[in-house]
C-alpha cells in the first residue's frame, strides 16, 4: 500500500494541518491542487508525476527558501526525487496549510492562486514557509493536469540547523 493510501485512511485525530485546513476552501482544482500539495507532504513523486506537465517548467522554493528555477521535464523529474531523497534522509517530513485559494476555468485553461504556509521538520526544528503559487492547468484526455507552478516565498523562517542540514 502507497504512503498516499495510508494517509488518506488516517483518523481525523490524526490529520495534518493541510487535510484541516482545506475544508475551509472551494473552486476549480481544489481537489487538484490538494493533491499537489499532499504529493509533497507524502514525498509521493509518482502521483505528483501523473499530475504534472509542467509544459514550461516550474519555479519552486528550496529547503532554504530560496528559488529554484526547473525547465526542463529531465530537470522537474531530477529535482524532485532529489529533494524527497533528502528529506527522506533527513528524517524530514513536510505539512501545508492552505491560507486561501481562488480559481477560474475557462474552457481547456484555467488557473488558480495559492497561499499556503509550508512547514518543514528535521528532529526538534521546524521552519516554515509563507508562500503564493499561480497555477495554470490545463485539460488533457486525462483530466486536469498542471501546466505551470511558479512559487514564490513572501516570508521564511528557517532553524539554522536545518539550513545545515539541508
Not at 131 to 145: F, L, M, N, S
Not at 147 to 164: D, F, M, Q, T, Y
Amino acid at each position: 500500500m502507497s504512503r498516499a493510501s495510508l494517509c488518506a485512511m488516517t483518523s481525523p485525530a490524526q490529520e495534518s494541518a493541510l487535510d484541516r485546513s482545506a475544508r475551509e476552501h472551494a473552486g476549480p482544482f481544489l481537489t487538484e491542487t490538494l493533491t499537489l500539495l499532499r504529493s509533497v507532504r507524502d514525498h509521493d513523486f509518482d502521483t505528483l508525476a501523473a499530475l504534472c506537465d509542467d509544459d514550461f517548467g516550474i519555479v519552486d522554493i528550496s529547503p532554504d527558501g530560496g528559488n529554484v528555477p526547473v525547465r526542463t521535464r529531465a530537470e522537474w523529474e531530477s529535482w524532485f526525487r532529489t529533494l524527497f531523497g533528502t528529506l527522506d534522509a533527513m528524517g524530514a517530513t513536510t505539512d501545508s496549510t492552505v491560507l486561501s485559494y481562488d480559481a477560474l476555468e475557462s474552457g481547456d485553461l484555467g488557473y488558480g492562486v495559492l497561499e499556503f504556509r509550508q512547514s518543514l521538520t528535521a528532529g526538534p526544528h521546524t521552519a516554515t514557509f509563507d508562500c503564493v503559487a499561480t497555477i495554470i492547468w490545463k485539460r488533457t484526455a486525462a483530466g486536469w493536469r498542471e501546466s505551470r507552478w511558479h512559487c514564490s516565498v513572501l516570508s521564511s523562517n528557517v532553524p539554522p540547523e536545518l539550513v545545515a542540514a539541508a
